[in-house]
């Protein structure tokens, strides 16, 4: 495991009163904090981040060029995080963000609270993938109750971006829905863009032979553009299976820096760009 720097201790606790405060209306306290009770306001927020997208899809002035930035793995690292998304607020060609997972380090409720409140920071939408911590303890359920199906398929523009749940261990060595992935990878416009997002990449050490050759398989039949990962905390870019499929692992937040991917004509450019 990698070592993580030490959180902002004094920054945790304002977050922490922030969302005790928010909470204040609704119950009088938790009875543990294990709790998985997401009040009624913050359910359904991946709805809230579709709609925003709808609607600059709607006002955008080309519809053929794509820009994302691409975040992953900011388990406790609440300072770096609000500082990339103030980062990215700065770059105005940034139409949506993705993250690679991981959005929290126990999947406690708090946890998920002050993500989503830096999150709400940000002027564009964001989605993401679920990670292997975010399914510790009760996060499983948490991660549902905010931002819907763990397996969800977003499609803008002439991009297609598929969220793909492939963690093993921490849902009890459970079988990732590698039919359900084949499905949205084979119903799709020839038109479009085909990026696969999936915390664990498919070369770590949590899939059997099998499950690698499930995934990998679907990556090269099914002319995916990028698999997109997280994980492993370090910037990776390569033909990792020298099979024509480029797989992209993207660093933790706390490396200061955000992906920057612009699409356009079947192809895409990609930059890293510190913060």
Known sequence: MLLKKKPNF??????????????SCQK??????????VPVEYRATRLINLEKLTHKETDSTNNNKVCFALLSDSHSYFDDLEDAVLAINKDKDVELILLGGDITDGGMLDEYLIFRFIMEQSEVPYFSVIGNHDCLANGYTIYQEIYGTDDYVLVYKDCKFIFFNDIVWELNNREPDYFWLKEQLTNTNSEENLFVLAHIAPFSDSFSPLQRYAYTSLMDT???????HGHHHQHYYGEYYNDSVMYMNIGSVDKRYYIKITVENKTYDMERVRF
Do not use: C, H, M, R
């Open 10 to 23: 004094i920054k945790i606790l304002i977050y922490s009163i922030i969302i005790s405060s928010l909470f």
């Open 222 to 228: 099914n002319n995916v553009l990028l698999s997109i």
């Open 28 to 37: 009088t306290f938790d009875y543990s904090v294990y709790s998985a009770y």
